[in-house]
């Protein structure tokens, strides 16, 4: 296993030699690290399909994943992709020139799925939902086209609680990106690797690399109302109680079925005196709590 702070992939050529930069790339490496080895995401030998898109969350991806292999501590094979979806204005040179030069194992993809999305999408609708699925098609297509037993996504914290918070506001539901899944024909996993990592880490991480960042609203269609205002509210509330995030997104983890109301996770119906389950000494007192 390499070490030596100076033996690093091509990806991290030109790193900035500041201690705020070092211990920033610490931190990202640590997240990763513990995503992948918590939520079980390393089969030795496997391939993973790291979608590259072009935005500040995916190119931190890509380099802390390869620096996980480059030090031995990701025994997988990696190999980058971009899909290039046709979207107006796409520089498509960047990608395979920055891969190229950082000596990166990559394929680039050309569909163009924003013809599609473009004459399937009533005006003044977002094109964000079908342009996804499209993408994902596309992308589990490629994998198995290239052998590989995984899909690996730049999906970070803030997504994942973003999208939480959206379920639960306007899907009715208590759901969100899992770090780890299986595509519905069962053939491949879906990982996020970059679950623990906050959103403003990859900022100051792929700025300070001076990455080529690709502006993900080329199509012209920003992602949806209620995405922006879930956002503006965590914002709120990270701007009046810092740590918020972290707090909100630690329960994610720490989830309770007997503290809930869905039978289908835990047996109410089949509860009974002095069942040790009953019981929760950490549970809040209701008795204090004012309802309206």
């Not at 050529?13 to 079980?40: C, H, I, M, S, W």
């Not at 992709?81 to 000596?103: I, K, M, S, W």
């Not at 194992?105 to 399937?120: A, G, L, N, Q």
């Not at 539901?173 to 690797?193: C, I, Q, S």
Request: hydrophobic share 40%.
């Amino acid at each position: 296993m390499r070490d030596e702070i100076d033996d690093i992939h091509p990806l991290f050529a030109g790193a900035p030699k500041t201690t705020g930069f070092k211990k920033l790339r610490k931190r990202l490496v640590q997240n990763v690290r513990e995503a992948v080895d918590r939520y079980g995401m390393v089969e030795p030998g496997a391939k993973w399909l790291v979608c590259l898109s072009g935005g500040k969350d995916s190119y931190t991806m890509l380099a802390i994943l390869h620096e996980l292999q480059w030090r031995g501590l990701l025994p997988v094979e990696l190999l980058a992709c971009n899909l290039d979806q046709g979207q107006p204005g796409f520089p498509a040179t960047v990608l395979p020139d920055f891969l190229e030069e950082r000596q990166v194992p990559h394929r680039i993809e050309y569909e163009d799925t924003y013809s599609i999305v473009k004459e399937k999408v009533p005006q003044g609708r977002t094109y964000c939902a079908l342009c996804s699925r499209l993408r994902r098609g596309n992308l589990y297509r490629i994998a198995r086209e290239e052998g590989c037993s995984a899909v690996v996504l730049g999906h970070h914290r803030d997504d994942i609680l973003e999208t939480f918070f959206m379920n639960l506001f306007h899907g009715g539901r208590l759901a969100t990106m899992p770090p780890k899944l299986v595509n519905e024909e069962g053939d491949l996993f879906v990982y996020r690797p970059l679950a623990f990592v906050a959103e403003a880490d990859c900022d100051r991480f792929a700025r300070a690399m001076g990455y080529p960042i690709i502006p993900c609203d080329l199509c012209g269609s920003q992602d949806g109302l209620q995405r922006q205002q879930v956002k503006a509210i965590l914002d709120g509330w990270e701007k009046n109680a810092p740590g918020r995030r972290q707090v909100m997104f630690r329960a994610l983890m720490n989830a309770r079925p007997s503290h809930l109301l869905d039978p289908r996770l835990f047996d109410f119906a089949g509860l009974q005196r002095g069942d040790a389950r009953a019981g929760d000494p950490s549970a809040p007192d209701l008795g204090s709590v004012e309802f309206d």
